[in-house]
């Protein structure tokens, strides 16, 4: 069974690597039951969403 600290690395390298099969079996086993790293998959999606919103906008600003 995989641990918090496993599936929060997991969680983190999930928004820069495609997870193997195996690797997203023993995730969402441990997110179905782990409300806390639930919790933490979606801030780290949160976050990563509103960095590329902000580079984004960003970008668009240099432009002018």
């Not at 023993?26 to 806390?36: D, E, K, P, Y």
């Not at 969403?49 to 970008?59: D, M, N, T, V, W």
């Amino acid at each position: 069974m995989m641990n918090c600290k496993e599936a929060t690395q997991l969680l983190s390298e999930k928004l820069d690597r495609p997870l193997g099969t195996k690797e997203k079996v023993m995730l969402g086993v441990h997110t179905a039951m782990c409300s806390s790293c639930k919790e933490f998959g979606k801030q780290m999606q949160d976050i990563r969403s509103l960095a590329k919103q902000y580079s984004k906008g960003h970008s668009s600003e240099e432009k002018k």
